[in-house]
């Protein structure tokens, strides 16, 4: 029998916009036809990502702060990983070293953006291996200093308990790293067209179009073949 997906988690940046972050209208036309919920999963801070819902019309089931930080219902308190400590500190080890200007930090929790101005391989090199749990990624749009025990895959399965579905119940649509462990969680991984090829090829489905209009065709795909 066809498997038939309860519940679909998406990226925003990337993913449901343009190349320059705009919002795709036809990315949010279609999210809001679903009859399936759809959860956000962004690395952008929680209060981004919940206005972002609310326009989008999906609400209000939200993974932020890549996992960090997560929320089942609009109104009610996130759940907030105690990870701070240990990001605040290899950027303070990092910060004499690069030009470093943090994003968002007012409202970011779990982890430390950063403009992505800096020579990225360098500063891993200067990490090295004094802080073992942490990691620096790049999604294109922001560099993340992370604990390595969270991500959108942790966040998903979190999500998924709190939803009382399984994770494999889950399609999982992405375009960057901060997606990876995500699409390998769920049960059908889709990749954007414009998304890095190292998660293209864990895809179970790679649209043709990039962004909002590669989510727009991976519904469609979906939704004819019955997989929703
Ligand atoms: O926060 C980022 O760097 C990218 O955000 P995204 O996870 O919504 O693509
Ligand atoms: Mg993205």
Do not use: W
């Amino acid at each position: 029998m066809l498997m038939k997906f309860k519940a679909i988690v998406i990226d925003i940046d990337g993913t449901i916009t343009h190349r320059d972050r705009k919002l795709s209208l036809n990315a949010a036309a279609k999210l809001r036809t679903l009859d399936v919920p759809v959860v956000i999963a962004t690395g952008n801070v929680l209060c981004y990502a919940k206005a972002a819902a609310k326009l989008v019309g999906v609400c209000c089931n939200i993974i932020a702060e890549n996992g960090g930080v997560i929320v089942d219902g609009f109104d009610n308190e996130p759940i907030v990983s105690d990870v701070i400590h240990e990001c605040e500190e290899a950027y303070e080890f990092l910060s004499s070293g690069f030009d470093m200007e943090k994003l968002d930090s007012v409202h970011r929790r779990t982890e430390i953006v950063l403009r992505s101005n800096f020579d990225v391989e360098k500063a891993r090199e200067v990490l090295g291996t004094h802080f073992p749990n942490i990691e620096i990624i790049d999604t294109h749009f922001a560099i993340h200093i992370k604990s390595k025990k969270i991500n959108k895959g942790t966040g998903l399965f979190k999500m998924a308990e709190l939803m009382a579905l399984e994770t494999t119940d889950f399609v999982a649509i992405g375009d960057s790293i901060n997606d990876l462990e995500m699409l390998q969680e769920a049960g059908f991984a889709v990749a954007v067209g414009n998304a890095d090829d190292f998660l293209k090829d864990i895809a179970d489905y790679v649209s043709e179009a990039s962004y909002g209009d590669g989510t727009v065709e991976a519904i469609d795909y979906l939704q004819s073949s019955g997989l929703i």
